[in-house]
């Protein structure tokens, strides 16, 4: 499996970009889907993540109505909607899928090393 992020810039503060993240693949390998980032100097953080058909999605407390994520099986994608964009939001983003299923409460969704598939990231910059 193979993950391919793209949609990463530089916007000021208030304002949007949507990150795309494709899949090549068996698709039960990407049950789950989900976002992480890591800052300069800083470790890689939980974003989101988002069950197979969508249902389910969890985010991290500091991008709660901010961000959505949303995914696109038809098109083996998964999207970082991301809003209300902040400095403090510049990082690399990652993508990250794995075959567990997010439903079942009996894995850490916040932890990467649970996910066996990793994009490469996309930088979001902001600033004025």
């Known amino acids: 499996v193979q993950l391919q992020a793209s949609g990463g810039g530089l916007v000021r503060p208030g304002g949007s970009l949507r990150l795309s993240c494709e899949s090549s693949g068996r698709e039960s390998s990407t049950s789950t889907m989900a976002w992480f980032r890591q800052a300069p100097g800083e470790e890689r953080e939980f974003v989101a993540a988002?069950?197979?058909?969508?249902?389910?999605?969890y985010y991290a407390d500091f991008v709660k109505g901010r961000f959505t994520i949303f995914r696109d099986n038809t098109k083996n994608a998964q999207y970082l909607q991301m809003d209300s964009l902040k400095p403090e939001d510049t990082a690399v983003y990652y993508c990250a899928g794995g075959p567990l299923h997010l439903n079942t409460g009996d894995w850490n969704y916040r932890v990467g090393s649970n996910y066996p598939y990793w994009g490469r990231g996309t930088l979001v910059t902001v600033s004025s």
């Open positions: 988002i069950s197979w058909g969508g249902q389910t999605k």
